[in-house]
């Protein structure tokens, strides 16, 4: 707690010293423009570090500390990372594609040419969107994959795994939505193939079992093939309706509910304890954590059982007085011995206070000296 | 032969193949280096992510990671964009159907399903419960060990099924699909030149039929008793004994646990019970047309299994 306290607020630093005889250097980063912007000061040490990640919108979804295990890539494989890095590449070269692409069937493959071939950098462009989604739908079956082998859906983290699987039929969704749009050949027999399956759903499918007794008994309001697939399409085939529906699902609304439930997604990793990790971190974090909240015994349970020694042999109305005449005869009988001793253990009592807020032992550098020996204390 | 051979290899370089080639590699890979892991741990006794207790910071220790990653991998985006060029065919045409034609990659998993199953199985009911499945996992799954490291002995049992389900019926089937199928859909070796007039013989049998003289319709056109009788017996049967094969033998045996149906209760049993052996439908269905030329176990005029 000490030296958060005694590092002064930048700002004033910089109204009392007035910049003058420092380096460039130096200056910059006490200038009002950079102490705006990052809001603690630049020097190496750990407060600034932790802040570096809490000051910063974007970097405070990362806890400021995190288990060594949990930044070893042979264990998390960064396929989940990838997998949001891909998908802001996808949204950036998305709306740089919605810039010259018109999702009708007069204009849209003409658009694609074009994209193809006139416009700067297009066919980059769309490369680039085509390769990050077909990169995406494989980093998010590797995140799966290793999820479910490190055993990470188990409790706490049940309810992540199922939003996961959400997520997974999201970005198929995507991709399937996206195949469309270039309306080639590819596109749109990948499509018919694909969505020739909603023919086939049991009652609401025309072609699905049990569809002409559930067309005559409900019926779909029309021809017997206006089905659910009918819904999907726009029509009873791949046509200019089914183009207007997949663009505005692909760059609308199915972007919008990915990007929420990413939030939701991360947010659940935080609150669920972070990165998975055996029980001897989950049980190091607890102890970590339990620290904190932690007065030491010396201090404050012996003084509790004192009193309430007393007041069980003494009675509720005597035991003050009782305790101020043992304190009488503690004080005349302590020698020197006993009041070293009792000296050591205020000592270690007050240590034990700091330590609990400073429990790192690994990357310590030179101006936290006093940290190392709290950290064995806290570890026997 | 070196005509297939050909088509092959232009099938393996094809722009839309070429993740799914990587894809298969990082699989393989990453198979390997956890399934390593997971047996030196066990070897271990106690996870070696357990021996990296302390903690470290996230600036720098993990942003830098990040950041690197992102470099690297935006770099091998912008070489793969530069160097290869995302297909654009002809325009759509409705009234020319390519031939084979196939779903996105991904799907072709399920599409291979389709040579097995009904649309409606295959593409609605299917689809659907391996997503619910999936969902289930967390819930049934109560073992408590194995949660944040690699391990094999622990889990025999989920890590078992997961490998064959995502490796075999996911990953492979979509190499399958992408790689081995020609025209109307039927199977070629690499080596094999597609044929587009290839014709496979089509004798394939319900399975009452192998029994004697039951096909799903008389030749009158009502339903044939016998075929419904031992069509259902079989599915009914079927999920009877492997139901008590899971109870009795492979679950207590994978997880070394006598008690372990009782401990996961009937409703989480149930669920694992449903969504196993309806999975293995599928490979069991694959080796019934393979070896026997079975089409349907059941046919009836509303549902086909």
Redesign the interface.
């Known amino acids: 707690m000490s030296d958060i306290i005694k590092v002064p607020n930048k700002r004033q630093v910089v109204k009392s010293d007035g910049g003058g005889k420092k380096d460039l250097v130096q200056q910059f980063y006490e200038s009002q423009i950079y102490t705006s912007i990052f809001r603690h000061d630049y020097k190496d040490n ?1 407060r600034n ?2 802040l ?2 809490v000051n910063n919108v974007f ?1 405070h979804l ?14 998390t ?2 396929m989940g ?2 997998t949001l ?2 998908f802001i ?1 996808t949204a950036v070269t998305g709306i740089l594609l919605m810039f010259y692409y018109r999702p009708t ?1 007069e204009y849209a ?1 003409n658009d ?2 074009q994209l ?1 071939h006139d416009v700067p950098f297009g ?2 462009i ?7 989604a ?2 995406m ?2 980093c998010v ?2 995140h799966m ?2 999820v ?8 706490p ?3 992540n ?2 939003i996961g ?1 959400n997520l ?2 999201l970005t ?1 969704a995507l ?2 939505t996206g ?1 469309l749009l ?9 499509i ?3 969505s ?7 009652f609401l ?1 025309h ?4 569809a002409p ?1 559930f067309h005559q008994l409900v019926g779909f309001g029309g021809a017997p093939d206006a089905d659910v697939r009918f819904i999907l399409l726009g029509g009873t ?3 200019a309706p089914t183009l207007l529906r997949f663009y505005v699902l692909h760059t609308v609304f199915l972007p919008i509910v990915t990007a929420v439930l990413l939030a939701v997604h991360f947010w659940r990793i935080r609150k669920d304890g972070g990165i ?7 049980f ?1 974090k607890a102890v ?1 954590d339990a620290s904190k909240l932690k007065v030491s015994v010396v201090d404050h349970l012996p003084k509790y059982e004192y009193v309430q020694g007393f007041k069980q042999v003494e009675g509720e109305q005597n035991f003050k007085e009782a305790i101020r005449k043992d304190l009488e005869i503690l004080k005349q009988k302590s020698s020197s011995k006993l009041a070293n001793l009792i000296n050591t253990i205020d000592q270690a009592a007050e240590q034990n206070i700091k330590g609990g807020e400073n ?5 310590n550098h030179q101006n936290h000296n006093n940290t190392t020996n709290t950290d064995e204390h806290q570890h026997h | 032969m070196e005509e297939g051979l050909k088509n092959f290899w232009h099938l393996v370089s094809l722009p ?1 193949n070429v ?1 799914i080639i ?2 298969l590699g ?2 393989i890979f ?1 198979t390997w ?2 399934m390593r ?2 047996l030196r741990n066990d070897r271990l006794g ?2 070696i ?2 021996s ?12 830098r ?2 950041f690197l ?2 470099v690297v ?2 770099l091998i ?2 070489v ?3 160097g ?11 009234g ?3 031939n084979p ?7 072709l998993g ?2 291979e399903m389709l040579v097995y199953f ?3 199985l ?4 299917f ?1 659907f419960l391996i ?1 619910a499945g ?2 289930a ?3 049934v ?1 109560i ?9 094999w002995k622990e ?1 025999r049992f ?2 078992g099924f ?1 490998l064959f389900g ?1 490796l075999i019926l ?1 990953v492979f089937l979509i190499i399958l699909g992408t790689l081995l199928r020609g025209p109307g859909w039927n199977f070629f070796f690499p080596w094999e030149e597609w044929d587009a007039h290839k014709v496979v013989a089509a004798n394939s049998r319900d399975w009452p039929e192998l029994f004697g003289k039951f096909p799903a319709k008389n030749v009158d056109g009502s339903i044939n008793t016998g075929h419904v009788i031992i069509g259902s017996l079989s599915i009914i049967g079927y999920y009877f004994f492997g139901n008590l094969l899971l109870k009795k033998v492979i679950l207590p045996r994978a997880t070394k646990d006598k008690d372990i149906v009782k401990k996961l209760g009937p409703l989480r049993y149930g669920t694992v019970a449903f969504f196993v052996l309806t999975c293995m439908t599928m490979p069991i269905k694959i080796i019934l047309r393979l070896t026997l030329d079975v089409k349907y176990v059941l046919s009836t005029p ?2 086909n299994f």
């Open positions: 750990k570090r932790a570096q990640i970097l990362h806890p400021t500390r995190v288990s060594r295990h949990a930044i070893d890539v042979g264990y494989w960064g990372g990838i890095l891909l590449v069937s493959y694609m040419k193809m066919a980059f769309r490369n680039m969107h085509r390769w990050a077909h990169s739908v494989i079956m590797l994959y290793r479910f082998l490190t055993g990470s859906y188990k409790p983290r049940e309810f795994w199922v699987v997974l039929v198929l991709s399937f195949y270039p309306w080639d050949q590819l596109a749109i027999w990948a018919t193939v694909g020739n399956m909603a023919r086939a759903v049991p499918g072609a699905g079992p049990f007794e085939e791949v046509g998975s990790g055996p029980p001897m971190i989950e190091n970590t429990t790192e032992n690994k990357d | 839309d993740p990587g894809m990082l699989v990453y280096q956890s892991k997971a106690t996870p992510e357990a990296m207790t302390d903690r470290v910071q996230v600036w720098p220790y993990l942003v990671i990040e990653t992102s991998v935006i985006l912008t793969w964009s530069v290869i060029d995302a297909p654009l065919e002809e325009p759509a045409n409705p020319r159907t390519p034609s196939k779903a996105p990659w991904y799907f399920l599409q009904d649309p409606w295959a593409g609605i009911v689809p997503q999936l969902m996992i967390p819930y799954d073992n408590p060990k194995g949660n944040g490291y690699y391990t889990r989920a890590i997961f995502f996911w509303w549902i």
